[in-house]
């Protein structure tokens, strides 16, 4: 599976948007990109998944540019409970994920 | 809201000894999954699971480890025989479909602690 690229930590002031970045230039076709998170001392969570469409569901926002060579996750108003570290996978089965470092995320009160 | 559960939450053994850790993965999912993460550093794919044999494993699931589900409801990750470097925390996963558009569902994990 190809590989993305994540800022190792980013920071929000709560209740205002989030947008967390990720590259991944080399994907190919077919690969979906899922972003999960993984809150202090608890298991990763889905969060969003797309494939070359704009996406949006309770959680967040997942906006994929046109080369899908780069992707967005938007927190639409980051509340503390959204600190975490945030992954970004790309899979084409969806069956085993291969974690980077992800992004981890401070919200400031 | 189903949930996959896993048992101990922590466990403690002497290096050399086996272990086995217990997951319940949600009742109707057909793929299961162990990762694992050492303390500060990313989640690893150790093995995947499907019809009842592994469908992909990592370099990481060599000959010490192994997965079995033994009845209709748990899904086990055995050790053989510990070493101190396999100190972490393993996460189990069920998905319900095998289609990409499916999410994993991971427990809270058990953390292993090797002595």
């Known amino acids: 599976d190809a590989k993305t690229t994540q800022p190792n930590s980013m920071e929000s002031n709560e209740e205002e948007p989030v947008h967390l970045p990720c590259n991944h230039s080399?994907?190919?076709?077919?690969?979906?990109i899922h972003w999960y998170r993984q809150l202090p001392s608890q298991g990763p969570e889905y969060v969003i998944h797309?494939?070359?469409s704009n996406v949006n569901n309770r959680m967040a926002s997942l906006a994929i540019a046109e080369d899908r060579k780069s992707s967005t996750l938007i927190l639409h108003r980051a509340t503390l409970r959204d600190a975490a570290v945030y992954y970004c996978?790309?899979?084409?089965?969806?069956?085993?994920?291969?974690f980077g470092t992800g992004t981890s995320l401070t919200v400031i009160p | 809201e189903p949930e996959v559960t896993q048992t101990p939450s922590h466990q403690v053994t002497q290096m050399g000894q086996e272990v086995i850790l217990r997951c319940v993965p949600i009742?109707?999912?057909?793929?299961f999954y162990w990762y694992r993460q050492i303390l500060g550093q990313k989640v690893e794919f150790l093995v995947s699971?499907?019809?009842?044999?592994?469908?992909?494993k990592s370099e990481i699931f060599d000959d010490q480890f192994s997965v079995e589900r033994p009845d209709g409801s748990n899904f086990t990750l055995k050790i053989r025989s510990t070493k101190l470097e396999d100190s972490a925390m393993y996460f189990c996963?069920?998905?319900?479909?095998?289609?990409?558009?499916?999410?994993?569902?991971f427990g809270p994990g058990t953390r292993l602690t090797v002595t």
């Open positions: 996963a069920s998905k319900g479909q095998g289609f990409p558009t499916y999410e994993q569902y």
């Open positions: 080399t994907i190919s076709g077919t690969d979906y």
């Open positions: 797309g494939l070359t």
């Open positions: 996978i790309l899979s084409r089965t969806g069956n085993q994920f291969y």
């Open positions: 009742s109707n999912h057909l793929y």
């Open positions: 699971f499907y019809n009842n044999e592994i469908s992909e």
